[in-house]
C-alpha cells in the first residue's frame, strides 16, 4: 500500500472544493492513502511513527538489560561481524529463536529484530539498547529526545540518502534546477517514492518546495520513474551502481542527509535501569578500541644507536610526523647475548616500535632504514585502548552526570 503527500498553497477555495480527479485537498500538507483506505494526514502519519502515541513501558516493567540489533539484511551481519571482532560475539542459543546473549556481557538479553522496529522499540521501552542505520533512526525516532547516539561511526553500512532523477532530463543537475522546472505546478506536483516519508517532507518543506506529492513504496523505488509511477525518488545510495543501471542521477544540493551504523540507547534506561551505563561503558571501550586499530600497524626496527635518546632525537629531526607513532616512538635497548658466559650487556642497537597506517608502512620502512634501521617487523594492530574513550566523556555530558562518578569504571573488572 502506498501513502502520499501532498505540499500546496492553502487557500479557502482549496478546503472548500474538490479536485476534479477525485483527490481530496487537505490544505498545504496532506496524505492519501490508496482506495479504500481512509483520507489521513501527513501530520497523523508522523505520529504514528514518531513519539506522540507511543506508550513508553515503565523501567520497573522488567529487570533485564536488553539490546536490539537488525534481523536480517547487509546490516545484520556486518553488526554481527563488529561485534564479534570486539570481543562480543553474540550466541543464538536457539537458531530459531529471536533472542540471544553475549557471553562477555553477562545479564544483557540480545534481541533480532527490523531495523525499524529496534527504532521504535527504543521508543517504547522495550529494548534499551539499539544498533541501527542513522538514516532508520531519523526517519522513525523523528528526533525523540530520549534516544541519545552513543556512537555515530561504526565503520559499516555506509551511504547516503539523495535525490535522483532520469537520465534524460539534460537541464535539471541540482536541485534548484528541480525547483525550477516549470512542468511542476499545483494541478501538476512533482512526484517523488521513498521509503523515507518523514525526512523527505522536511527535505522539501526546509528546500522551499511548494508542489510535490510524496508516495512511498516497499522496495524497487527505482523502477517508479520508468513506469511512469513518479518523477524522481529519494533513496539511500550507497556506490550508485544501481541509479545508473536504471537511468536516474544524483542531483547537486540532493543529499539530505549521510548514514551508517550507529550505537543509540535510551536515555531513561541510561539514567534508570541499574547496569545500563556501565554496558554501555564496556561496550564503547571494545568498539572505540578496535574502531581506532582498523587500519594500524605496529612496525618495529632495530636501529643502531649511542643511546635511547639519541636514537629517539635522530627519529624525531629526520622522520617528522611519519615517525611519531600515536604519542612518540617506543625505544627500548636489546640486550647482546654474551657469549663468555657473563652478563648480556645493552649493545648498540635500540628497538624501535611505532604505530602507522598500512597506507604508510613502506615509506615508514624506507625511512627507519635512512636511520640505521634493519630487520623490520610490521604487523595489525587489534586494539588500540586509550585512557578514556572520547565519545565516553560526551556521552556523560549529554546525560548531565559527573565523570568523577564513575572512574571506577576504567580498572573495575
Not at 513508553?56 to 563488529?82: C, N, W
Not at 539511500?236 to 539530505?256: A, Y
Not at 604505530?355 to 636511520?371: Q, S
Request: hydrophobic share 40%.
Amino acid at each position: 500500500m502506498s501513502a502520499i503527500a501532498r505540499f500546496a498553497p492553502l487557500t479557502a477555495s482549496s478546503l472548500a472544493s474538490k479536485r476534479a480527479d477525485g483527490r481530496q485537498p487537505i490544505g498545504r500538507v496532506s496524505a492519501r492513502r490508496a482506495a479504500p483506505a481512509r483520507v489521513a494526514t501527513v501530520a497523523s502519519i508522523r505520529q504514528q511513527q514518531g513519539t506522540a502515541t507511543v506508550t513508553r513501558q515503565p523501567v520497573e516493567s522488567r529487570d533485564s538489560i536488553r539490546m536490539g540489533i537488525p534481523s536480517k539484511g547487509r546490516m545484520a551481519e556486518d553488526t554481527m561481524d563488529l561485534l564479534a571482532d570486539c570481543q562480543l560475539k553474540v550466541r543464538k542459543i536457539n537458531p530459531r529463536q529471536y533472542a540471544a546473549e553475549i557471553p562477555n556481557v553477562p545479564g544483557m538479553e540480545v534481541w533480532f529484530q527490523r531495523a525499524t522496529d529496534v527504532v521504535r522499540k527504543l521508543i517504547s521501552g522495550d529494548v534499551d539498547i539499539g544498533i541501527v542505520g542513522y538514516d532508520m533512526l531519523r526517519e522513525i525516532g523523528n528526533d525523540d529526545p530520549d534516544l541519545v547516539i552513543v556512537h555515530d561511526a561504526l565503520g559499516f553500512g555506509g551511504c547516503h540518502l539523495a535525490v535522483a532523477v532520469p537520465q534524460a532530463w539534460e537541464d535539471v543537475n541540482s536541485l534548484r534546477d528541480l525547483m525550477a522546472d516549470k512542468r511542476f505546478s499545483a494541478e501538476r506536483p512533482l512526484r517523488v517514492v521513498t521509503a523515507y516519508m518523514n525526512l523527505a517532507e522536511q527535505f522539501f518543506q526546509e528546500q522551499g518546495f511548494e508542489h510535490v506529492e510524496l508516495s512511498t513504496a516497499d522496495g524497487a523505488l527505482e523502477a517508479a520513474p520508468a513506469m511512469g509511477a513518479a518523477d524522481c525518488i529519494l533513496d539511500l545510495v550507497s556506490s550508485g551502481t544501481t541509479l545508473r543501471e536504471n537511468n536516474l542521477k544524483q542531483i547537486d544540493g540532493g543529499r539530505v542527509l549521510e548514514s551508517q551504523g550507529c550505537l543509540v540507547a535510551s536515555r531513561t534506561a541510561l539514567l534508570e535501569r541499574p547496569g545500563t551505563l556501565e554496558i554501555i561503558h564496556e561496550m564503547l571501550e571494545r568498539l572505540e578500541a578496535h574502531l581506532r586499530a582498523d587500519g594500524l600497524f605496529m612496525v618495529t626496527a632495530n636501529v643502531r644507536g649511542a643511546s635511547a635518546e639519541e636514537v629517539a632525537t635522530k627519529l624525531a629531526t629526520s622522520g617528522g610526523q611519519l615517525l611519531k607513532g600515536l604519542q612518540g616512538p617506543t625505544v627500548s635497548p636489546i640486550y647482546t647475548p654474551s657469549t663468555d658466559g657473563s652478563p648480556s650487556k645493552e649493545g648498540s642497537f635500540y628497538a624501535v616500535s611505532l604505530a602507522v597506517p598500512k597506507t604508510r608502512i613502506y615509506e615508514t620502512v624506507k625511512e627507519l632504514r635512512k636511520n640505521g634501521g634493519s630487520g623490520v617487523l610490521t604487523f595489525p594492530l587489534t586494539y588500540v585502548f586509550d585512557e578514556e574513550p572520547p565519545r565516553w566523556n560526551a556521552l556523560i555530558n549529554n546525560l548531565g552526570l559527573d565523570a568523577k562518578d564513575y572512574e571506577h569504571l576504567k580498572t573495575q573488572m
